[in-house]
Structure formats: structure tokens, C-alpha cells
């Protein structure tokens, strides 16, 4: 929808693109603004909140590269509140894992730790929408395997349904972040994985997908019947093998 409405109130000081943005970031978090949401145009902005358009230009930049807004370019387009916090976190997750050159080891070792803590909270806090998108989710990777293609991005996701299922958003934003480093190693050090292999398709990366899912399926079970012990160690065997693998790719 479109914000028609006066929300903007004159600003005058030195750092006026800051105060701006902070304006209309308050307004995200506190829900007058949603995703989907249009912004006035540069000129109706620069004329509720009194300064230039060069001010609002920035403001609008900074708000971009953090996440809160994509700016549509055409007649139609303009600054639109968009949800894509998250995914700007994860590229700076990324950033860092790539210029502190983290190891896999660590990687893993720090997976292993956080993701057998998403656990416990799932068996406490889960509901039954969450198990029902985790079966969901390892039915789509069953059948895709099915046509001879591997799951991993079912596979991926498999893990950010745990951390939703804790009913905690920080676990959604730390695993979220490190499944992004996972999806990109993977795709970076594999880019040919789908096309490789005999004519079956039954390549590496079609087994190990198969073997992945199998894993989820075997946690989810331990879930259900809130057995944290064998979750955590089915857990810790699964993603101590996808460590091994992003090391034995990494060599």
C-alpha cells in the first residue's frame, strides 16, 4: 500500500540524513510502516521533513545497504519498505567468515555447539506447525531426490526450521547466518555438483543429499518423542560429516 498520510516532521541539523533515516527506521520497528509499503516520493519527503533532496537521497542509501528499504528504479518504482534485514546480515556473516578465514573446523565447532542448543528449545517450544514444516520440508527433499536432483536447499532450510521452532529469533539470525556461509561454501566449492556424475544422477552430491535427509528424518524423530540425548548426538554425527566434507572440498 501506499503511505499517503503525513508521517514526516521538519528536521534541522547538521547530520540531517541520519536523523532521517532514524525517523523512518522507527516507524519500520514500531509497525506504522510494513513491508510492502511505498515511501513518498524524494520530493514529498524533502517537503515534510523540510531539507533537501540531496539529504533524503542519503538517507534512502543508508537505509538501502542496511536492509530496510529497496529503492525500484522506473515511473512506478521509488523507495519500498522491504523485509531484507536478515539477509543483509547474513552477507555480512559472510563478509566476515571470509576475511577472518575461519576454518571449517571452526565452522563446525561452532554449528555443532549452537545448533544442539536450537535443539533443546525446539523439544520444549515447538508447536505443531513447526513439526509439520519440518516434515514438510524433508518430503520435498525426499522428492526431489526422487528426480534426480539434489535437496540442498531443503537441506539448508531443514536447519533454519529448527531455529524458528524455538520460538527465539536470535537463533533465527545466528543460524540463519551460518546456514548462509554453509549454502555459499557449498555452491562456491561444488558449482558443477548437479551436472557431474553418471547418467543415473547418483553423483556425491545426489548420496549425499540422500544422506542428509535421511539425518533430518532421524532427528526429527528423536524430537518427537523429546529425547534430547539422541537428537543432540544424531545432530552432532550429521553436521560433524558436513564439516568433513566442506574440509575435504576446502584441502
Keep these: 500500500m501506499n503511505v499517503k498520510k503525513e508521517l514526516f516532521s521538519p528536521i534541522k541539523s547538521k547530520r540531517t540524513f541520519e536523523q532521517v533515516s532514524g525517523k523512518i527506521k522507527t516507524l519500520i520497528f514500531d509497525g506504522v510502516l510494513k513491508p510492502g509499503d511505498r515511501l ?3 520530493i514529498e519527503l524533502a517537503r515534510q521533513f523540510m531539507v533537501s533532496r ?3 537521497r542519503e538517507a534512502l542509501r543508508i537505509l538501502e545497504l542496511s536492509g530496510f528499504i529497496n529503492v525500484q528504479k522506473g515511473g512506478s518504482g521509488g523507495p519500498l519498505i522491504k523485509d531484507t534485514i536478515l539477509n543483509t546480515i547474513n552477507n555480512l556473516f559472510l563478509d ?3 576475511l577472518e578465514k575461519i576454518t571449517a573446523a571452526e565452522l563446525t565447532f561452532a554449528r555443532i555447539e549452537i545448533e544442539k542448543l536450537v535443539l533443546y528449545h525446539v523439544i520444549d517450544n515447538a508447536e505443531a506447525s513447526d513439526i509439520q514444516a519440518l516434515q514438510q520440508n524433508i518430503q520435498k527433499a525426499k522428492l526431489k531426490i526422487e528426480s534426480n536432483a ?3 536447499d531443503e537441506n539448508i532450510e531443514f536447519h533454519n526450521l529448527l531455529a524458528k521452532a524455538t520460538k527465539n529469533p536470535v537463533f533465527e539470525i545466528v543460524v540463519g547466518s551460518i546456514e548462509a556461509v554453509v549454502r555459499d561454501l557449498l555452491t562456491r566449492l561444488t558449482p558443477d555438483i ?3 556424475g553418471d547418467s543415473t544422477g547418483y553423483n556425491e552430491g ?3 543429499s540422500k544422506n542428509a535427509v535421511s539425518d533430518h528424518e532421524a532427528i526429527l524423530n528423536a524430537i518427537l518423542n523429546k529425547n534430547r540425548e539422541k537428537a543432540c548426538l ?3 554425527q550429521h553436521l560433524r560429516e558436513v564439516g568433513e566434507r ?4 576446502m584441502d
Design 40 to 42: 513518498p516520493s524524494e
Design 54 to 56: 540531496q539529504t533524503i
Design 96 to 98: 566476515a567468515f571470509r
Design 150 to 152: 539434489i535437496s540442498a
Design 194 to 196: 548437479e551436472t557431474s
Design 206 to 208: 545426489m548420496l549425499k
Design 234 to 236: 544424531l545432530l552432532e
Design 246 to 249: 566442506l574440509q575435504s572440498l
